[in-house]
């Protein structure tokens, strides 16, 4: 691994406000090297490109100060969503690492600008953007404002996200072993509206996750799939730092599961 996924998670806030500086050469670069390798455990291509803005005529209402998008594009195909959300996620962890704000935009964006600067084609899909530069000293009106409605600091419990077993009994951070820590920076991905959609369910050396279904399918496709495959960066990155190997495999245990929540998909340690 490049850097730090526990320490970038750990640092890592949304950010709507930059501070007009640009980032460096040295920083583009840097960038641009590790979304030319990035990859997921799903086997779904997803192409990045860093975008200047007044060239493009890219614009948000919620983002001061950014001369710099980061954007990529998927083939609808299975399991496009999680790749998509894993792939962004490991680069905008990856930004974080080298001192840069991201914050993913999915509805607050000119899209028609956006698309066309990607060149999509009738099966591509470009979910999110994000942009790319230094944090402000202060948040604007509007950043803070959003970050207090969406109460952006907050998340869900611990014993309330995550099972052992089965969705009967919560799984506290003791009982968890050696995915205790993965499980806790999974709970502080980012999330459309922080609707938190991912839980778990523990079971020996796997770990069953799910989908809470809250928001209804877009154009785009299932936006809380993205948010699954943000969340399963976040545990796998940390379980491949903590020194653990294994592999997501999609094999439904046949849990009996609350209302409008769905099989995404199985990790299994391997040591």
């Not at 000293?137 to 803070?144: I, W």
Request: net charge negative; glycine share 8%; proline share 5%.
């Amino acid at each position: 691994m490049m850097f730090s996924a526990k320490e970038a998670i750990r640092r890592r806030k949304s950010v709507r406000t930059f501070d007009g500086s640009g980032i460096t050469v040295a920083e583009r670069e840097a960038l641009l090297h590790y979304v030319a390798d990035v990859a997921n455990p799903f086997g779904v291509p997803v192409a990045f490109r860093l975008l200047d803005s007044a060239a493009h005529g890219l614009t948000s209402p919620v983002v001061v100060g950014a001369d710099l998008y980061l954007c990529a594009k998927v083939g609808r195909q299975p399991h496009y969503e999680l790749a998509y959300g894993y792939s962004f996620e490991s680069v905008c962890l990856y930004a974080a690492s080298l001192g840069l704000g991201t914050v993913m935009l999915a509805a607050s964006i000119n899209r028609p600008a956006f698309e066309a600067a990607m060149a999509l084609t009738g099966d591509e899909v470009m979910a999110v953007a994000s942009p790319v530069g230094h944090a402000a000293q202060k948040r604007s009106v509007r950043d803070t404002l959003m970050r207090k409605g969406l109460k952006a600091d907050d998340r869900i419990a611990f014993e309330k996200l995550y099972f052992r077993g089965d969705f009967s009994a919560p799984l506290t951070p003791d009982q968890a072993g050696d995915f205790a820590r993965a499980l806790e920076l999974t709970r502080w991905a980012p999330s459309a509206t922080n609707k938190q959609p991912w839980r778990a369910v523990a079971a020996g050396d796997t770990v069953h996750f799910y989908e809470e279904r809250t928001m209804r399918d877009t154009p785009l496709g299932d936006i809380q799939k993205v948010d699954m495959g943000i969340a399963l960066c976040h545990f796998d990155l940390t379980m491949e730092e903590e020194g653990h190997a294994g592999r997501f495999v999609f094999a439904d245990p046949g849990l009996a599961a609350p209302e409008r929540t769905e099989y995404i998909v199985s990790y299994v340690k391997e040591r």
